[in-house]
């Protein structure tokens, strides 16, 4: 047996040799960035593909981006996606295994494709906002009402940060001096810790709701932009449900995260976190000041006004007395005027009826007159007719004594005197 | 002025309460309703709401400047 051995280094050379072929250079790969570290320029990295569901590591490369491509591809990433080039991402790069005879293999990065990477975040961040409305939670922070002037603000940062130094510095050098309390609730906010250290903050905050107005996250400043540990569900999710309206203040006017979409304000800068507030208060004041000057106003217009009614009292009161005086009399004169008036009204038509009246008496009376006048001629008529002077033209006779009628002669003594009355002239005679 | 009005201490008010009955002394002014007895009770009782919600806004220099010299600890 020809027992021929390599050493190690030519064997790594053989393996290099066969795994440098065109089938494993200048591929794209798609994997999720681990373990991103940065050296003298060079980004070292793990490459890793995870079960989807259990998240096991199914695969794994060790992954290497040179200075010289680093600086472009790095600046060209953030440009495209505002996403650091860091752990946690997913990525589609181009690579080409490479075999080290010390290091052994690892995957030289010579490209990347920030499309993949937008694509994988924003669907994650669907995700989470579609969790977060299927929880019924994506509006309640949003829905929250701030009180009439946010004075007391709970800030959760880092301490030292540029941000929040911005911040505080804005709030405090108010030209109106509104009189803001703060107190920072100190937060990672960058890495891994960030979303577990920020919650632990809320819910400090939320111990003594009371005691606050509302929260205000703002980024601890410096170059880094990672802002992948605040697509987060569970950070979300507590910024939702925060009894305390919040701001968010950790992107860039471009960068959005899922934060973003659940807090109940989204500010660019810290320094417009602070500027918002101070306009709230600012409007306040002037609120204030448009009240007072109102109250102002009114109550001199008030004044002013008695004081004119009096001037006008008092100018009115040395003729006032001669004035009701002739107001009197010219009343007098023209109620006397208008009872004339009435009594002329009243009496004319009652002296018109009267008048007719009278008439129509006359005319009535004459009407009767003339039917009795009539009746009365009729009647003479007939007493002419009847009347004993007719019988005695007839050549009738009346006999009386002492002036009665007499009817039976055996009545009449002798030697009464009788008188005889004829048509003309009357006869006396005695008796025998 | 037989009975003098009751008011509420300033002191004991939220600043919400205090603008709201600034609000309504307002109103009752513009309204014409305002007995010219209580006026000045009326005015005085806004200024001093008015103080009261300034002061609770505002802060003096003292205390600005102790909150500026706690946050440089």
């Known amino acids: ?432 | 002025m037989a009975n003098e009005l009751q008011f509420k201490p300033v002191k004991e008010m939220t600043y919400t309460e205090a603008v709201s009955e600034l609000e309504s002394i307002l109103q009752m002014m513009q309204g014409d309703k305002c007995d010219i007895d209580r006026l000045t009770d009326y005015t005085r009782r806004a200024t001093e709401l008015l103080t009261e919600c300034r002061s609770r806004l505002t802060t003096t220099d003292e205390q600005l400047r102790s909150i500026l010299a706690q946050l440089e600890k």
Not at chain 1, 118 to 129: A, K, Q, T
Not at chain 1, 226 to 252: C, K, M, R, T, W
Not at chain 1, 351 to 361: Q, T, W
């Open chain 1, 1 to 432: 047996m020809n027992e021929q051995s390599l050493t190690l280094l030519q064997l790594n050379q053989r393996i290099a040799s066969l795994m440098t072929v065109p089938d494993t250079q200048n591929v794209w790969v798609t994997a999720e960035l681990s373990d991103v570290s940065a050296r003298g320029g060079h980004c070292y990295m793990e490459l890793l593909q995870k079960h989807p569901e259990t998240g096991a590591t199914l695969a794994k490369a060790r992954g290497v981006i040179w200075a010289n491509v680093y600086s472009r591809l790095s600046v060209d990433f953030f440009n495209a996606t505002g996403q650091q080039f860091a752990s946690g991402l997913k990525v589609m790069v181009r690579a080409s295994a490479s075999m080290h005879p010390v290091y052994g293999m690892s995957l030289v990065i010579t490209a990347v494709n920030p499309e993949y990477t937008m694509g994988d975040l924003l669907r994650r961040r669907r995700e989470i906002l579609a969790r977060l409305e299927k929880d019924g939670i994506l509006e309640m922070n949003r829905q929250l009402e701030w009180c009439e002037v946010p004075l007391r603000i709970a800030v959760i940062s880092a301490r030292g940060a540029a941000g929040y130094g911005d911040f505080i510095n804005q709030l405090y050098n108010n030209p109106s001096r509104l009189n803001f309390k703060t107190q920072l609730f100190e937060a990672t906010m960058q890495g891994d810790r960030t979303p577990s250290t920020i919650i632990a903050a809320l819910d400090e905050i939320a111990k003594h709701q009371d005691e606050w107005d509302g929260v205000v996250i703002i980024r601890g400043g410096g170059a880094t932009s990672d802002l992948e540990a605040f697509e987060n569900y569970d950070l979300a999710a507590h910024i939702a449900q925060s009894p305390l309206p919040v701001i968010v203040g950790i992107g860039h006017e471009r960068d959005i995260t899922v934060l973003d979409y659940v807090a109940n304000m989204r500010v660019k800068t810290p320094t417009a976190a602070a500027e918002w507030l101070i306009n709230r208060g600012d409007v306040a004041l002037e609120y204030l000041r448009s009240m007072g000057a109102s109250i102002l106003q009114l109550v001199s217009d008030r004044i002013a006004g008695c004081n004119e009614q009096l001037s006008r009292y008092e100018a009115l009161l040395p003729t006032a007395p001669l004035t009701a005086l002739e107001r009197e009399t010219s009343r007098l004169r023209g109620d006397m005027m208008s009872l004339a008036q009435i009594g002329a009204r009243c009496i004319t038509p009652e002296l018109a009826r009267l008048d007719h009246i009278m008439k129509s008496i006359a005319s009535a009376t004459d009407v009767v007159l003339r039917r009795r006048s009539d009746r009365l001629e009729s009647l003479q008529e007939m007493l002419n007719a009847l009347s004993p002077e007719a019988t005695l033209r007839r050549g009738y006779s009346i006999t009386r004594v002492g002036g009665k009628a007499v009817t039976d002669a055996s009545q009449i003594p002798a030697g009464t005197l009788i008188e005889t009355t004829l048509a003309n002239g009357t006869i006396i005679s005695e008796t025998k």
